[in-house]
């Protein structure tokens, strides 16, 4: 659900135990979140309030009601300094295309190396993707891996400790009920990091639930509450390695199956990935792999899910005969708007530098885009995140190498689709928002 985003700016720097809500016309609260020293942050449904929307703020006290509009800026007397709004449109990013206020620049660039130049000017193909205005489902925009906050949260199965207070999204359901060091909840704690980066697409995994009691109706409610309260798009991960090994549809598909249809039920999912490094344990072509993509697509197509592949370090596709790219034509449907699948959520070596890592990328790119051109979709999905979990990578790296890949050019071939976006960060060098 697109979302209208209000920041309120308080005088004197008031402390982060800021409390605040917001009330719409309608009477309901929605409870502010302090983003930064002596600011709080608000995201209410645009089908709560629009323009002209009438909305009263709270914040220790305080009160002062106002009429929603463009850059509305309005002047308490006593606490409030200014309220924006900004006003957002059904093809429009709940995120504003400002400096992010928790990280610093990411220049200066990656060198060349010798397996490859390093781009760091988005080339024309990839312009359109990147109008800091628009939120594009097929553009992603995340970092499952990276966000690094502020304060450290509690302890959960599989989490990062190289640094604790490095997360990985798709261990949010194992922070339910959980609290942080101020006493704020651990989802919520995240989730206002992660918007206020930019961030439009977030990793939820059913794979990743072991050490968790959450059910299907436990988790489908909180997916539907991460999509309505921040505006995000679920990427859902449908299977991973730890599943049984090398079945077909007709062995496995109690565990997609039941999932993927509550979440398509509630409304709680907006892109399926059929499943993480699915070559690493999935026989190849028509009597394995195959059967469980296609039956994953006749789940998702129907609804227009778009459906994405994931597979190890550079490997482009998983076909038990004949080229990559006749395997990844096969998928190129017509059943959903999407067609069968969208494309392939691409991951790199995490100790290549830069430039090898670019060409590594062109490689499959070029592959996919001569079985089906712009039809199909390729993101930088995975870059640096393991040497981020292992300690020899940063934040900022991460955000780095994702903008350095979507800088990747296509030298001139037509059919060759411009890299969508990072899932291990992103930002411009001066840190400005994407």
Known sequence: MIQNTFTCTFKGGTPLNLTGTVVMDIGTPIVGVAIAQGVLGFNVPDNQVGTGGQLTVTCDGATKPFTSRVATTCVHQSQITI???????????????????????????????????????????????????????????????????????????????????????????LYAGLTMPDGSDCIDYYMSQYVARGYTHLLLSRPDLVGSSMDIPTFVALCQHLKNTYGVYIAYWASGSSDPRDQTWDTIQGLFVPWINALMTGNAVDIVIVGEELNSWNIPGPSGLDTIINGVCGLTNPANIPT????????????????????????LGTTAGYGKLRGLCWQGNQNDPAGTMGAHLWDSRRIIGAAGGYAFIIPAFELLQTNQLYGRASETDGRRRGYEMCCCTRDGLANIPPVAGSMDGLSYGDAKIM
């Not at 502020?150 to 400790?161: A, F, H």
């Not at 080229?323 to 998928?331: G, L, P, T, V």
């Open 308 to 331: 994405y592949l994931h597979f190890t370090s550079n490997v482009p596709a998983w076909p038990a005969s004949g080229s990559f790219s006749d395997w990844w034509a096969q998928f």
């Open 83 to 173: 309220i924006e709004t900004v006003e957002l449109g059904p093809s429009v990013s709940p995120f504003p295309p400002e400096v992010d206020p928790f990280l610093g620049p990411i220049t200066p660039y990656d060198p060349d190396d010798p397996g490859g130049i390093v781009h760091t000017v988005l080339p024309p193909e990839a312009l359109p993707l990147w109008n800091p205005q628009v939120r594009n489902i097929d553009v992603w925009r995340g970092d499952f891996g990276g966000v690094t906050t502020p304060l450290t949260p509690p302890l959960v199965p599989g989490c990062n400790t190289t640094p604790p207070n490095m997360w990985m999204s798709f261990l949010l359901p």
